[in-house]
């Protein structure tokens, strides 16, 4: 990881520019992608991507659908309980999210994010060990960009820790079932059913 240390200040960046200097969610989804894409650009010798598309034991596959696929239903149902702004329909509108717009946002961050997140933050930056990498605080924390002002703060500490709690796991998913297939679909179907349980917060 050493040479790699500056590799998430593009990808940071790129976030905080697209919501709060062009107030734009898919301006800050589609820039952090480029920012992904170019930080793999400058560097030669990274894993190969095939991975994203291998899975050995189907276990993983199950074991990422049936902790990721509820999540959404978790934030549905428990909105109460974590301090939801009472103008966040208006931060989303601002940010050119509503009922029209969000099935096309959730369409594109469901299938093409979760392959580019989990090539970035778990094949090129990752680790293969057992116990906690700082690439998984890295990757959870960057979220707190899209969190702030929307959610309590307490909320916010809570989610950062569940993110990386996630980012700890999809690693051991890639470690131990040698592809990243199942962390794959595990991120998609939690991408998927966080923003299905935004639409209906908002709708």
Not at 74 to 83: A, P, T
Not at 97 to 124: C, D, G, K, Q
Not at 153 to 174: E, N
């Amino acid at each position: 990881m050493n040479e790699k240390w500056f590799a998430p200040v593009l990808p940071y960046l790129a976030v905080w520019m697209g919501l709060f200097l062009f107030k734009s969610a898919w301006a800050a989804l589609i820039g952090l992608h480029i920012a992904f894409l170019c930080v793999l650009a400058f560097y030669q010798s990274k894993p190969a991507p095939i991975h994203l598309f291998k899975s050995k034991k189907s276990k993983w596959i199950v074991f990422n659908l049936l902790l990721c696929g509820p999540v959404g239903l978790g934030i549905y149902y428990l909105h109460s309980f974590v301090g939801l702004a009472l103008n966040f329909k208006m931060q989303l509108a601002q940010l050119g999210l509503n009922t029209n717009t969000l099935p096309a946002f959730i369409a594109y961050f469901s299938l093409v994010n979760p392959f580019l997140e989990e090539y970035f933050w778990r094949s090129f930056f990752g680790s293969g060990t057992k116990g906690f990498y700082i690439g998984d605080l890295l990757y959870a924390s960057y979220h707190v960009f899209i969190l702030i002002n929307k959610v309590s703060i307490l909320a916010t500490l809570f989610s950062i820790v569940c993110l990386t709690f996630i980012g700890w796991f999809w690693r051991q998913s890639r470690r131990e079932d040698q592809g990243q297939l199942a962390a794959v679909l595990g991120h998609m179907a939690a991408d998927f059913s966080v923003l299905t349980a935004v639409f209906f917060l908002v709708k």
